[in-house]
């Protein structure tokens, strides 16, 4: 079996949860069409013998999306790359003990999540993956027109009078808008674990048959 068909194949098998053993930066990346991108992996048990392979998922509207082999830096061959790269704009190199995964001219069908992952015995290890997106425009927050306005001081409720607004109303706000941000945090990380299960599951019912 060849060696990229193979790692593929032990990609699909493994389930993907981020390594303490591989240090992988950054977690995300959103970069414009026809920019240049970097992203490191570096072993911070041990170094590694067999070097430090770089795979990709690509973005799909199922979970169909697979894991493709991209390249290895490999100390007798140089780079070694998968099927179907385009070695004209992809490239690894080391640098100062860390593998660096360099793409040039990215377009958005560059779009995915890239890991890295060494060989272990009889594990494998992969880093918590760098989620990668390519548009043509960069998305720009638009700036609140600024009004004067007379500031109201925030005073504590008094069981006798009270004047002006009361402090508990805003601090509830701010809780409950807390709890919301973590709630759409923890659906998004299961959606994302579902899929990757999906198509684990889907490539050993193909296997089976």
């Known amino acids: 079996m060849q060696p990229g068909l193979w790692l ?15 240090l992988q930066t950054p977690p995300s990346l959103m970069i414009q069409t026809n ?6 992996c570096e072993a911070i048990t041990s170094r590694t013998s067999t070097g430090i392979y770089w795979l990709r998922q690509r973005q799909a509207p199922s979970p169909d999306s697979h894991y493709e082999f991209l390249a290895v830096w490999d100390s007798r061959k140089g780079i070694v790359y998968g099927q179907k790269v385009k070695q004209e704009k992809l490239t690894v190199f080391l640098d100062a003990g860390r593998s660096i995964l360099k793409l040039t001219s990215v377009e958005p069908a560059d779009s995915g999540i890239y ?5 272990g015995s009889p594990e494998l290890n992969f880093g918590k993956g760098t989620q990668l ?4 425009v960069l998305p720009t927050t638009a700036q609140p027109t600024k009004k004067t306005t007379t500031k109201k001081k925030c005073r504590p ?5 009270q004047k002006g607004p009361s402090c508990g109303p805003v601090t509830l706000g701010l809780l409950v808008a807390g709890v919301l941000l973590l709630l759409v945090s923890l659906g998004v990380a299961i959606h994302l674990h579902r899929l990757r299960r999906r198509a684990r599951l889907r490539l050993l019912k193909q296997l089976y048959k």
């Open 35 to 40: 920019k240049t991108v970097m992203m490191s």
């Open 133 to 136: 997106s390519v548009v043509d």
């Open 115 to 119: 890991f890295c992952m060494t060989i």
């Open 8 to 22: 593929l194949l032990a990609a699909q098998l493994t389930v993907l949860h981020g390594s303490s053993v591989l």
């Open 157 to 161: 409720p008094s069981p006798v009078t």
